[in-house]
Each structure stands twice: as structure tokens, then as C-alpha cells.
């Protein structure tokens, strides 16, 4: 699958498209097939790491989570029990 991964803070800059595995759910989530995303403030927060004070939650030095991404739209690909719809 696609993703617009970033591994450093910084401007949109430091973005890049790459082909990444397929993440597997745990048993409390489900895996969901995006079709739509929107970009809000709170994913430019993650992506520049301001204020610096909420690195505390997203990486001191670098980004836990590498990919963006809050408000998504789409269909569930993959149920909590495991069956594919």
C-alpha cells in the first residue's frame, strides 16, 4: 500500500510517497480502507513538531507514528474477529 510517510520534523518538505506493508489489526482495531483524508492544523502540528511542548506525545527527536493522517473516510477491509469483507 501507498502512504505519505515522514521521518524527520519539518515542512512538507519532508514527505515522501512510499510502498509500505499492510498493517495487521490487533484485536481491538480494525483495518479500514481509505477513501478519502483531509489535512487538518492538528496534522501540521505533527508534521513541523509545534509546539514543541506536544514532542512529549508525537517524538522528542523524531516522529513515533510516520505516517499523517486524523480524519479519514472509508470502508472496513478487515474485521476485529479477522474475516475479510
Known amino acids: 500500500m501507498k502512504a505519505m510517510v515522514y521521518y524527520n520534523y519539518g515542512s512538507p518538505d519532508v514527505l515522501e510517497l512510499k510502498e509500505i506493508e499492510k498493517p495487521v489489526p490487533n484485536d481491538d482495531e480494525v483495518l479500514v480502507k481509505v477513501h478519502a483524508a483531509d489535512v487538518t492544523p492538528l496534522d501540521w502540528h505533527f508534521l513541523t513538531g509545534t509546539p514543541y511542548v506536544a514532542r512529549i506525545m508525537a517524538g522528542l527527536f523524531k516522529p513515533k507514528n ?20
Open 66 to 85: 510516520n505516517i499523517l493522517g486524523i480524519d479519514t473516510a472509508g470502508r472496513i477491509e478487515v474485521r476485529i474477529n479477522g474475516v475479510y469483507n
